[in-house]
């Protein structure tokens, strides 16, 4: 599966993604201390839906465009306001969804002055268009890496805490052991940080092998979510997607559980839509 940013920009992938990632930079910044956010694989942070590749795939319309139309309830509006204020708030938004903030401008967003952003991507176009994104922006580091060196040179960060975001293409065949590798080694360098890895769910099979791994890893506290628009199919196009977290908030199980049955009602596309939360691993017992 080639899952190049661009074409697939919020689409229900991103929905669950970014859903999350702004209910965890929340929480970090319950604290007055700064945070770093990492993001590895950052595509070109700023997509524009009525040109190009987003406009060829229009999956958006499956994703964003359809939790826009909805009327969530007070909780659930208030649990995904951080994350669709930024939607709303684009100054290209001022008339109708026209763009959508990838995972760096959400981010940047949400950051308070004590907060840091690292964005890398490999990708010779992806990275011009990233780094004049964020040109002059002092808060923010765009460099032209791969992400997998990124996720293993960029931690510990300076501030101590943060968040990791990985996000990968998903274009090789061993991407999943490639994430699992990268993840691990990544958490030995930092055991505090809080990590959200996305991945695509189209064979099962493969999933749960890549579960299977994480699990017997030694990493405590994973704990795994799932987004289903319908029945995932091998040969077919994405349906859903996960997310493993290592250190997720204590507050995110209950949040999730409460966000998640509305997601999916509104981005059901048909038989065999769901949603999961559960605990891959637990806390390290003593003694």
Known sequence: MNYRHAFHAGNIGDVLKHAVLARVITYLQAKPGGIRIIDTHAG?????????????????RQGIGKILEANPPKQIAELLAPWL??????????????????????????????????????????????????????????????????????????????????????????DFQTLATGIYKAW??????????????KDRKTVNRFYD????????????????AAKPRAGGPMTGSGLLMINAP????????????????????????DWRFFDLTGEIKEG
């Open 213 to 228: 791994a994480m699990s017997q890893a030694g990493i405590p506290r994973i704990q795994i979510t799932e987004l289903m």
């Open 250 to 273: 204590w507050t995110l199980k209950a949040e999730l559980q409460t966000l998640l049955p509305w997601l999916t009602k509104v981005v059901a596309q048909g038989a065999g839509a």
């Open 188 to 201: 030995r360098r930092f055991g505090t940080g809080c990590y959200i890895a996305w991945y695509p769910i």
């Open 85 to 174: 204020d930024v939607v709303r708030d684009m100054p290209e938004n001022a008339d109708g969804l026209k763009v959508y903030p990838g995972s760096p401008v959400l981010a940047r967003r949400l950051m308070r002055p004590q907060d840091r952003l690292s964005v890398t991507e490999l990708h010779p176009d992806d990275y011009k268009r990233l780094a004049e994104l964020f040109a002059g922006d002092v808060h923010v580091k765009a460099i032209e890496l791969d992400g997998w060196n990124a996720l293993r040179g960029f931690v510990p960060p300076k501030e101590s805490r943060g968040v990791v975001l990985v996000d990968p293409a998903f274009e090789e065949t061993n």
């Open 44 to 60: 070109i942070g700023l997509y524009d839906l009525t040109k190009g590749d987003a406009l060829k795939t229009g999956e958006w």
